[in-house]
C-alpha cells in the first residue's frame, strides 16, 4: 500500500515546465528493392546515390540484349555494306577495299574483320577474273600493234628506196635526152629500163604491204573492239550485282527498323517517393539479368520512433 501510494504521488507530481533530454528520432520507412526488368546492359543512371526522387522517375536506363535475330540482321547489313564496297570499287577500278563512311561506328559490336578480310579476297578474285578475260585479248592487241609499226617501218624504208630509184630515173632520163649512151661504164638506155624495172618492182611490193598493212589495221581494230566489248560487258556484270546487292538492302532496311523499333531502350522507374541507392559498384556498361537487384528505395513512413532517457524524478 506504501508503495502504490509512493507511485500515485510520484504520478501526479507536476514536472518541470521545460525538460530537455537526449533522444533518438527513428522515422518508420520502407525498403523497396529495385530490380532490373529486361536482360541488358546499364546505359546510365539517371539518379545520383541517396538522391531524392519522386514517383515515376527514371532511375537507371537499360539497353536489353539484341534479340538474335536482330543482331542476324545487322551483321547480314555490315556483309552487304562491304559488298557494295568491293563492287563500287571494281567499277572504279580500284584494288583496295576502302571502309564505308561511319559503318563500325554504327556497329560496334560486330567484327569487321573476317567480313572485310573475305571480300578483300572476293575483290583480288575479281581483278584476275577480269585480267583472264581482258589480258589475252590484249597481248593479242599489243603484238597486233607491234606487227603494224614493223610494216609501216617496211613501207617507209621501202617508199624512200622507190626516191631513190625515181631520183635516179629522172637522172637516167635526163642523160638519155641528151643523148648520153654510156656515163660510168654504164649504159644510159639500159640503166633506165632498169631502174623502170625496180620502180615497177618496188611499186607491187608496197601494194603488197599496203594491204598487210590494212589487213593488220582492220585485226586491230577488230581486237580493240572486242577488248572494248568485254570490257562493257564485264561492268555491265558488276552493275547488275551492284543493283541486285543494293535492292537486297534495301529489303532488308525495312526488317531492320522494324525490328529497332521494338528494340529500344528500357527505363526503370519509381515505383513511389523517397531516396534511391543503387546497388554498390553498379556500373555504365555493366551487364544485368532480369530480376536482378540494381539498387534500393527507401520510402519514408508517416510515423516516427522517439526513444529517451529522462531523469527519474521525471
Known amino acids: 500500500l506504501t508503495t502504490l501510494s509512493l507511485l500515485a504521488w510520484i504520478a501526479t507530481r507536476p514536472v518541470e515546465k521545460q525538460l530537455v533530454i537526449s533522444a533518438i528520432l527513428t522515422a518508420s520507412s520502407d525498403d523497396i528493392a529495385i530490380s532490373s526488368p529486361v536482360d541488358g546492359f546499364v546505359q546510365a543512371i539517371l539518379t545520383p546515390p541517396g538522391g531524392w526522387v519522386t514517383e515515376g522517375d527514371p532511375l537507371i536506363q537499360i539497353e536489353p540484349t539484341q534479340p538474335a535475330e536482330l543482331s542476324k540482321l545487322e551483321r547480314e547489313w555490315v556483309a552487304l555494306k562491304i559488298r557494295e564496297a568491293r563492287l563500287r570499287a571494281r567499277l572504279d577500278g580500284k584494288h583496295m577495299l576502302t571502309y564505308p563512311s561511319n559503318l563500325a561506328d554504327q556497329f560496334p559490336k560486330i567484327d569487321f574483320g573476317l567480313l572485310w578480310e573475305r571480300e578483300q579476297v572476293r575483290l583480288n578474285d575479281s581483278v584476275a577474273e577480269e585480267s583472264e578475260l581482258l589480258d589475252p585479248i590484249q597481248r593479242s592487241i599489243e603484238a597486233t600493234l607491234s606487227e603494224l609499226v614493223k610494216k609501216q617501218a617496211e613501207i617507209s624504208a621501202m617508199q624512200k628506196r622507190l626516191a631513190k630509184v625515181q631520183g635516179r630515173q629522172r637522172n637516167a632520163a635526163a642523160l638519155k635526152k641528151k643523148n648520153v649512151i654510156y656515163e660510168d661504164g ?39 573492239d572486242e577488248l572494248s566489248q568485254r570490257q562493257e560487258d564485264y561492268q555491265a556484270k558488276l552493275r547488275r550485282q551492284l543493283e541486285k546487292t543494293l535492292s537486297v538492302e ?22 513511389e517517393s523517397g531516396l534511391f541507392n543503387p546497388r554498390p559498384q553498379l556500373s555504365v556498361g555493366q551487364k544485368v539479368d532480369r530480376g536482378e537487384n540494381i539498387g534500393h528505395l527507401r520510402v519514408p513512413g508517416d510515423n516516427a520512433i522517439v526513444e529517451g532517457n529522462p531523469p527519474r524524478y521525471a
Open 250 to 271: 534495301d529489303g532488308l532496311a525495312a526488317r531492320l527498323q522494324n525490328l529497332k523499333a521494338e528494340h529500344h531502350l528500357v527505363a526503370q522507374n519509381a515505383a
Open 186 to 224: 654504164v649504159y644510159t638506155e639500159q640503166l633506165l629500163q632498169t631502174l623502170k624495172q625496180a620502180r615497177r618492182d618496188i611499186n607491187r611490193e608496197l601494194t603488197g604491204l599496203a594491204e598487210v598493212e590494212k589487213q593488220i589495221t582492220a585485226q586491230l581494230s577488230s581486237l580493240r
